[in-house]
């Protein structure tokens, strides 16, 4: 079973971005990591990233017409893309809305998502963890 994990802004730039803030880990260790646990669970994991938002809107669009679940850290944009939130409603599978942060704790801009009310569920906080426990769950789900 296929499941798509995609990236929104910034997120290539793990393990020189603010790593107090989102660990030392880079990129390629969280596609490392998700494949890894995909593998585990019986899933067939692909990962992307974009700093592009009609890429990034395209791809859902491909997961809607496929029906493949997606892990989804939109970055940046949970806070604030319309365009996003109206893709994801139009989903056919689940997709849950992941953040390595804890987007609640941290400044008041972030504690708005525009794309929560359309996913399936989120994990945010528990840094890269929160991508093993959203595949968990996609795996759980079973469909
Ligand atoms: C983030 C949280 C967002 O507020 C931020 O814009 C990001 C990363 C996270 O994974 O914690 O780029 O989605």
Not at 122 to 136: D, K, P, V
């Amino acid at each position: 079973r296929q499941v798509l994990v995609l990236n929104g802004p910034n997120l290539g730039r793990l393990g020189s971005r603010e790593p107090d803030v989102y660990g030392a880990q880079t990129f390629d260790d969280l596609a490392a990591l998700c494949r890894e646990s995909g593998r585990e669970l019986g899933l067939s994991v692909e990962v992307r990233q974009t700093d592009d938002e009609a890429e990034l809107v395209s791809w859902i669009h491909e997961a809607a017409d496929s029906r493949t679940p997606v892990v989804l850290n939109p970055a940046a944009f949970t806070h604030y893309s319309y365009a996003l939130r109206d893709a994801i409603a139009q989903r056919t599978a689940p997709l849950v809305e992941v953040h390595i942060s804890n987007p609640n704790a941290r400044e008041e801009f972030r504690h708005t998502s525009v794309v929560a009310a359309v996913a399936t569920g989120t994990i945010a906080g528990f840094g890269m963890r929160s991508y093993e426990l959203a595949l968990r769950a996609i795996a759980d789900m079973g469909e």
